[in-house]
Nanobody, 124 residues
Framework: QVQLVESGGGLVQAGGSLRLSCAASGHTFSTYAMGWFRQAPGKLRRFVAAISRSGVGTYYGDSVKGRFTISRDNAKNTVYLQMSSLKPEDTAVYYC?????????????????WGQGTQVTVSS
């Protein structure tokens, strides 16, 4: 079992940056691929980014490609999401998730554990 706790959300102006962190409990963090998703009010949860167990492989949703960077530090049991050039449409609750699957996945069904989320609000 993995417990995930996100932090780093907040209010930022358009064009600004934020870095989200997701701390995982347990000794098996490096055996999970990790992902970030987001959910805006009244909308479905959508894929943002994913990173492989080693951190070598990454994958991004089209709407954030070139602006967001996912990374991980297995020694610290933490995954990060660096967000730059933020837009009002990036406003959402951001969730991190852990996957036991072998292949990076963009669907929420592929993830086994979820954090509680952190709010990101981008003002225009």
């Amino acid at each position: 079992q993995v417990q995930l706790v996100e932090s780093g959300g907040g209010l930022v102006q358009a064009g600004g940056s934020l870095r989200l962190s997701c701390a995982a409990s347990g000794h098996t963090f490096s055996t999970y691929a990790m992902g970030w998703f987001r959910q805006a009010p009244g909308k479905l949860r959508r894929f943002v980014a994913a990173i492989s167990r080693s951190g070598v492989g990454t994958y991004y949703g089209d709407s954030v490609k070139g602006r967001f960077t996912i990374s991980r530090d297995n020694a610290k049991n933490t995954v990060y999401l660096q967000m730059s050039s933020l837009k009002p449409e990036d406003t959402a609750v951001y969730y991190c998730a852990a996957s036991q699957g072998e292949v990076l996945t963009t669907t929420s069904f592929g993830y086994d554990y979820w954090g509680q989320g952190t709010q990101v609000t981008v003002s225009s």
